[in-house]
């Protein structure tokens, strides 16, 4: 390896990890209103119309095209928003780095596992279309907007907003057992943007140099290879292949012959 490529080994995860702590610093507080203050079933959509002033979201009241972003970069570099900028996504990784297993496997049936995330976006758009995505009454004003207000919205909310909060905190604390598990089966933005992912103008990818030695799936947080589903972009392969066969950039027909 090249001093150049060791170069880039070291700094760009580094670079990821600092991108990925200002997000959360930028986007963590509504990650967090999303999942326990957000009075609406299906969080992240209704902020124009969210009672919780000091949610963050009310942003969207005002600018509404800021939901424009993540779909936009979705078209240009696939889901490099799960691995660069996803707060929610920060926070699996490190739960993954104390996971039971890792999961990095090359197998076709690991594609049913997505089902998973199949299933979050359809409930997710049952319940907005169907339901209109009803308000539950929580507390508004706590005396805190952390522990005393997640214990109290719990307690006095609807039962099925309480279940909601329970079973998506189990799904993300299961990355304590399977590393990154929300974000590789069950998450309903992740699965979305694996759909755009398949068409995206830039993106991690793999030349026909590759002999398929896994040096970049063992190195893996999302336990996948380039240009492959869970890729996101990340970059933490660039520099790992032996046969330099992992390139970034708009993959051409070339790239596909030996």
């Not at 880039?8 to 203050?37: H, S």
Request: one cysteine or more; hydrophobic letters at 45%; proline letters at 4%.
């Amino acid at each position: 390896m090249s001093n150049n490529a060791k170069t880039k080994e070291f700094y760009l995860p580094k670079l990821r990890r600092l991108v990925q702590l200002v997000f959360l610093a930028v986007m963590g507080k509504w990650i967090y209103y999303g999942i326990f203050r957000c009075p609406f079933i299906v969080p992240f959509v209704n902020c124009e119309r969210c009672p919780v002033i000091t949610c963050w979201g009310r942003i969207t009241a005002y600018f509404f095209g800021f939901w424009l972003f993540i779909p936009l970069l979705a078209v240009f570099l696939g889901r490099a928003f799960c691995g660069w900028l996803c707060p929610s996504g920060f926070v699996n990784q490190l739960l993954g780095k104390l996971a039971v297993t890792k999961l990095k496997v090359r197998n076709k049936y690991m594609r049913l596992a997505q089902i998973g995330m199949v299933l979050t976006v359809l409930i997710g758009l049952w319940v907005y279309f169907a339901y209109d995505n009803p308000r539950v009454m929580i507390p508004i004003r706590t005396s805190d907007e952390y522990f005393n207000a997640v214990i109290m919205s719990v307690r006095f909310s609807d039962w099925y907003w309480a279940v909601r909060t329970v079973i998506v905190v189990s799904l993300i604390a299961a990355s304590l057992i399977i590393a990154n598990f929300w974000c590789r089966f069950v998450c309903p933005v992740g699965g979305a943007m694996e759909l755009v992912r398949k068409i995206s103008l830039f993106r991690v990818y793999k030349t026909a140099a590759c002999d398929n030695c896994d040096a970049c799936l063992r190195k893996c947080e999302m336990g996948t290879r380039p240009d492959e589903m869970n890729c996101t972009n990340c970059g933490d392969c660039l520099n790992v292949c032996h046969a330099d066969a992992i390139k970034f950039g708009r993959k051409g027909k070339n790239d596909d012959r030996q």
